[in-house]
Every structure is written in structure tokens, then in C-alpha cells.
């Protein structure tokens, strides 16, 4: 499986989570199969409320899922619509939200739990 997960730094599975997608300096995409990860950077990073477009800088990924700290509803729509799944996730590294994910525990993003704007006010 093919998970992306946007990431403040480029530290490997050490990575911080950012918590906000659309905001995120680079997204780190993992091979769940073999641990193998590579950071991509985010160039839609500095857009304005709404302009989020999320597939933008992943056009040439293959994913199967994205894990967020946080998230705007229209880039939850892009999403699934591109038939990428969307995970919630509070644990502040990528090698924690991936353990999460492989035991099952993740829980798919509902839209109650998305962010209002850049003011971040996540579930």
C-alpha cells in the first residue's frame, strides 16, 4: 500500500506529522510493504482558503491512502474522489500513524472532524 502523509521536515519515518495538510512543507509517501519512503515537497504549500489542490504536487503518486493531522473538507473530496482513502490521525510521527494503520486503528476522516480554514481547528 502506497500511504502519503504530509510531514513538517524530511526526517524518514521520524517525521513529524504536520497538522495541516494542504500547508505542509512536503509530504512523505511510504511503501507500507517495505518501509521504503521518499518526502515529495508540497509546491501548492502558499495558497489561499479553498485553493488547496492537493493532488497538485502528488500527480505522479500512485496512492492508496493519506494520513492527516488536519484537513479541509474540499481537499477531503479531491481526495476520495482520486479514490485516495483519509485517515485521522493524532500521534505526532509517521512511523506511530503507520503502526496505528497496520493494526487497524485508524479511523477513516468523517466530515465533522475536518478543518474550517488556516486557522487549524482540528478534532
Same mark, same amino acid.
Given at each position: ?11 524518514? &519515518? ?13 509530504? &512523505? ?33 500512485? &496512492? ?60
Amino acid at each position: 500500500m502506497q500511504v502519503c502523509i504530509p510531514i513538517d521536515e524530511d526526517l524518514g &519515518l521520524q517525521s513529524a506529522i504536520c497538522g495541516h495538510f494542504g500547508s505542509a512543507p512536503c509530504f &512523505l509517501v511510504v511503501d507500507t510493504a517495505t518501509q521504503g519512503c521518499r518526502a515529495v515537497v508540497n509546491g501548492n504549500q502558499h495558497h489561499g482558503h479553498g485553493q488547496c489542490a492537493p493532488l497538485a504536487s502528488l500527480a505522479h503518486e500512485k &496512492l492508496d491512502a493519506m494520513i492527516v493531522g488536519g484537513i479541509g473538507m474540499g481537499a477531503v473530496n479531491k481526495l476520495r474522489a482520486a479514490g485516495i482513502e483519509v485517515y485521522y490521525c493524532d500521534r505526532p510521527t509517521v512511523q506511530e500513524a503507520l503502526a496505528l494503520l497496520a493494526a487497524g486503528s485508524l479511523r477513516v476522516l468523517q466530515p465533522g472532524q475536518v478543518c474550517a480554514g488556516h486557522s487549524h481547528g482540528h478534532p
